[in-house]
């Protein structure tokens, strides 16, 4: 054969890998030769075995399903739980009640139903207060833009304290990448609850308890 590979005796002698190597060694000669890779590979292919392992959801119990909305990631799905997203309203209200800004804004405390929470993170104030609750002066708040007596916000400025927002997140530790100011704006569920989460952990070592993120 122009290309083998040897399987190591200890290898096969386990039960799941000795299991492998039955459907790859088809000529039970101990190597595996090109022809049989691409034997394996072209059924691998054939099968899909990606797409046809992913599980339907039971939307029956309370989980949120998001599709992926840009062209790369249609096919995708994202899910949060009502009782995951609760705990963080619940959560927010509580730590931020006496922030009488947010208060004046009409911003808490954030209802319980429907896509508030989301909603309330759009302009990215709530995200910066949550910040500096979480480790204290990590944000100047002077240095957010504010709602206009009208309670107009330019897309701007929302992108301006977004970005603080997300530099503020990375400053006390939190894991950011593939998050952006527009993820943010556009207020996605999965990204905008996963950094709830980090940010909510208490950054001497204990984190946010009943919350289970599984997206």
Not at 25 to 50: A, M
Not at 101 to 109: E, S
Request: aromatic fraction near 6%; hydrophobic fraction near 40%; glycine fraction near 6%.
């Amino acid at each position: 054969p122009l290309v083998s590979a040897s399987w190591d005796s200890s290898v096969l002698s386990s039960g799941i890998n000795a299991e492998y190597g039955d459907i790859c060694d088809s000529y039970k000669d101990g190597t595996i030769s090109f022809d049989e890779f691409l034997k394996i590979l072209n059924g691998v292919k054939t099968k899909n075995n990606f797409k046809e392992s992913i599980k339907p959801i039971d939307e029956s119990k309370k989980i949120n399903v998001h599709k992926g909305t840009e062209k790369s990631s249609a096919w995708t799905t994202h899910t949060y739980s009502e009782e995951e997203k609760l705990a963080f309203v619940d959560w927010i209200n509580f730590r931020l009640e006496k922030d009488e800004q947010l208060k004046t804004l009409r911003m808490l405390p954030i209802a319980e139903d429907g896509e508030a929470l989301f909603k309330a993170l759009h302009n990215g104030i709530l995200m910066n207060k949550l910040v500096n609750d979480s480790v204290n002066d990590t944000v100047d708040e002077r240095a957010l833009n504010m709602p206009d007596a009208n309670g107009k916000l330019s897309i701007f400025k929302i992108q301006e304290n977004q970005t603080l927002a997300l530099n503020s997140c990375l400053a006390i530790g939190c894991y950011v990448i593939s998050i952006g100011a527009q993820d943010l704006i556009d207020a996605k569920p999965h990204l905008c609850l996963g950094l709830l989460w980090q940010v909510g952990r208490d950054h001497r070592g204990v984190v946010l308890r009943n919350i289970c993120m599984c997206h």
